[in-house]
């Protein structure tokens, strides 16, 4: 069997850097792909073009990817155009450009650097005194899995400009869904648990998604719509344990028509595994 | 009267989207040259490119620009290479690379990608309730100004490897600058006033060197010793209004050999102009 996330965001070698990959029609939402999506494929042609020859060959996992969104990206085909800026020692830093073409002109939809080491050589020297000092962010309290509600239950209406949420698997903490009922709670959070719809195990590259995976914070704030992203960075702490993972949301500065959004993402043992930040624009409705 | 910062982060334009810029020996600090002093020769060679000609022209603030640290920077000649990825709209992107030639071989520092626009064109529809809502982050209380510790006030030992500290005008809260006496609070958080020490006035791209300009916050931890930065995004807010401004930085998560590390900026009225996130890796003492 292969997993949804792994046909969808498959990259082809076509040389001089450059990998083919396809849009899928079921990572849509709104009017355009979900970005956490296209990260997965962007990580993909990084993983590939690294692996290609030491002595980057060894750095296997993202550690941080940033990204800037340039135009919204469509269904269809696409390429990531990868360029190695840094390899040797402990990490390589990588240019890879997302592109469409359109019209026979190539159109950049994402900009990104990213950083790519190996996780399973992190240093855990400090890990134990950090712990001691409380410097080891924690996970929020959810109620269990069972309560909370499944985002794919959304209504026809609205999944339809969606097809996105079939993928997931996502349980949304009832007290920050309550947006959906048209009571939103106005803290600027959004928690739950996730998973893949299909239960493909999430891994680091599978991380670059699910920090773009849930509603956008502004939903909370009762103002639906689509938030554009103007930038966002992902950290990957950590590969993720089996099982669910505990994602949230939060804004904490909604200003000049503008927001950030953080998200911490912990895994099944309550390891903080990834974290980012996105500024982006608040919804116009 | 030339400011140092405007002194020492002009940039000479060369054509084909080149700057040549010269690093200024009193940004060194430790073995290399300050990050967020190389963030402000990078907005200032984006600004300039930018400027070059319409629909770029009117976007000559920094919004978000995210940055990959590849190799340590030295006094002395540099060049900034800009290429315009995205125009036209409310928002140009653009990538730079801060570059210096060792022994006849080009070797990148630091790749960027800055998304600049208008910061006088703020929407503030929401403003009011967004601040109504408690969602605009507020400056912490900080001892007054003239009972902060003057950071340029270090012992001569140190300060000859950290001329950058006579740069700057920075007052630290006693309370997170007890580890300059051995007495590190190991809350993980520094913080204090800010200014230029020659009062050179903060603006958007002074704010790009203002999110690196205080020591790691693993200072606070009792880890002294430099923690090279991986990757730094800023995001500038609104434009800060006259005088001090009031500098956080903060980590959460120590784990793995690495941290992050959130500095938030106010202005002189309170109002969040500036937060940026870096992740690093841990000193090694």
């Given at each position: ?57 060894g ?23 990868t ?23 190539p159109?950049?939809r ?60 996502t ?10 009922v ?8 959004i ?5 893949l ?20 914070v ?20 950590a ?43 608040q919804?116009?409705?």
């Amino acid at each position: 069997m292969t997993f949804e996330f792994d046909r969808d965001t498959a990259v082809r070698p076509v040389g001089n850097g450059r990998y083919d990959a396809d849009l899928g029609t079921g990572w849509v939402v709104g009017g355009g792909v979900n970005g956490g999506y296209l990260l997965g494929i962007i990580g993909n042609a990084v993983r590939a073009e690294l692996g290609l020859q030491a002595p980057t060959k060894g750095h296997v996992d993202p550690f941080s990817v940033s990204a800037h969104f340039l135009s919204a990206a469509v269904a269809g085909p696409a390429y990531v155009e990868t360029r190695v800026l840094r390899s040797g020692g402990r990490f390589s830093t990588i240019e890879a450009t997302l592109v469409q073409d359109v019209a026979g002109v190539p159109v950049p939809r994402i900009a990104s650097h990213a950083t790519f080491g190996d996780l399973d050589a992190l240093d855990a020297t400090r890990d134990a005194e950090a712990e001691q000092l409380g410097l080891v962010l924690k996970a929020p309290e959810l109620a269990p899995v069972e309560d909370c509600l499944l985002a794919s239950d959304a209504p026809p209406d609205f999944k339809k400009i969606a097809p996105l949420l079939d993928r997931f698997g996502t349980r949304l903490d009832p007290a920050s869904a309550l947006w959906a009922v048209g009571q939103p709670s106005r803290q600027g959070v959004i928690q739950g648990w996730f998973k893949l719809a299909d239960d493909r195990p999430l891994d680091p590259i599978a991380l670059l998604m699910v920090v773009d995976a849930l509603p956008p914070v502004t939903f909370d704030l009762g103002w639906p719509g689509w938030a554009p992203t103007l930038e966002l960075t992902a950290h990957v702490r950590a590969k993720p344990a089996p099982g669910w993972v505990i994602v949230r949301h939060r804004t904490r500065t909604v200003a000049g028509g503008l927001f950030e959004e953080d998200c911490e993402v912990w895994d099944s043992t309550g390891r903080l595994v990834a974290q980012s930040r996105q500024l982006a624009l608040q919804p116009r409705s």
